[in-house]
């Protein structure tokens, strides 16, 4: 029998879709990234064209669902200026199941996407474990 592969997904990979400013509306895929073991990380990105490059914006997330009083903890300890060394702008997203964070970065081209994504992904990895280790302790402070 002849078996025909339709579609290939890459699981350590996300897509950058490619937003228009005005409408809001999806244009064009900018580019498939590498995200390496921090795929679950990532909620939602997309890219709107500005001046010669492109701001990118990343949502990011816990790889796993927090309990309850960990939402709070993890939104206290978190040092979004870590994530700052390499990108223009952090803000947490409240309404979301999960502690959740976008991130605005600029980047001059589109050669530059993949380091830079692959920087704040490990950035933001690394203070999330910071968190754990801090907040280990801390349940009956947040019940």
């Avoid at 679950?40 to 309990?67: C, H, N, Q, W």
């Avoid at 976008?102 to 704040?120: A, H, R």
């Amino acid at each position: 029998m002849d078996e025909k592969v339709i579609h290939s997904v890459d699981t350590d990979a996300v897509i950058i879709m490619l937003k228009d400013k005005p409408d809001g509306l999806f244009t064009s895929e900018l580019g498939v990234y590498r995200t390496e073991e921090y795929k679950e990380y990532v909620s939602g990105v997309f890219a709107i064209e500005k001046d010669a490059g492109y701001d990118i914006f990343l949502k990011l997330t816990t790889e796993r669902d927090v309990k309850d009083w960990e939402f709070d903890a993890i939104y206290d300890y978190y040092d979004e200026l870590t994530i700052l060394t390499e990108a223009l702008d952090v803000s947490e997203i409240q309404d979301c199941h999960n502690p959740t964070w976008e991130v605005k970065f600029f980047v001059p081209g589109n050669s530059y996407i993949q380091d830079k994504l692959s920087s704040v992904l490990k950035l933001h990895f690394l203070e999330l474990q910071s968190v754990y280790e801090a907040i280990i302790d801390l349940s009956e402070d947040y019940k």
